[in-house]
Nanobody, 123 residues
Framework: VQLQASGGGSVQAGGSLRLSCADS????????VGWFRQAPGKERELVAA????????YYADFVKGRFTISRGKGENTVYLQMNNLKPEDTAVYYC?????????????????WGRGTLVTVSS
């Protein structure tokens, strides 16, 4: 099952965007979910992750204090609120499902990669 990321766009530095990760088949209710990003010429990297209940989260150092990951209550959606965006945040953002209820920091432990959503931040 592929997850669907949406909400990307073009903003100026300092702006905000909220990304959404949806699973119409409700297959990640009991799984951790991670947000990743891939900039041109770079490897895909983990940005933030959340466990199945939303009680535990992880943030990469480069987004701490600026991004917030959350699970929608009663919704089969995971959000990534991105504030104070910087040009270096420009990338295609993807979401994926952890193979367990917890999250991990290894990309190989995630599945359900779908199309990403492009975020462009101009200076």
């Amino acid at each position: 099952v592929q997850l669907q990321a949406s909400g990307g766009g073009s903003v100026q530095a300092g702006g905000s965007l909220r990304l959404s990760c949806a699973d119409s088949r409700r297959t990640f209710t009991n799984n951790g979910v991670g947000w990743f990003r891939q900039a041109p010429g770079k490897e895909r990297e983990l940005v933030a992750a959340i466990n199945w209940s939303g009680s535990s989260t992880y943030y990469a150092d480069f987004v701490k204090g600026r991004f917030t990951i959350s699970r929608g209550k009663g919704e089969n959606t995971v959000y990534l609120q991105m504030n104070n965006l910087k040009p270096e945040d420009t990338a295609v953002y993807y979401c994926a499902k952890s193979r367990t209820a917890a999250y991990t920091i290894s990309r190989r432990d995630y599945t359900g990669w779908g199309r990403g959503t492009l975020v462009t931040v101009s200076s």
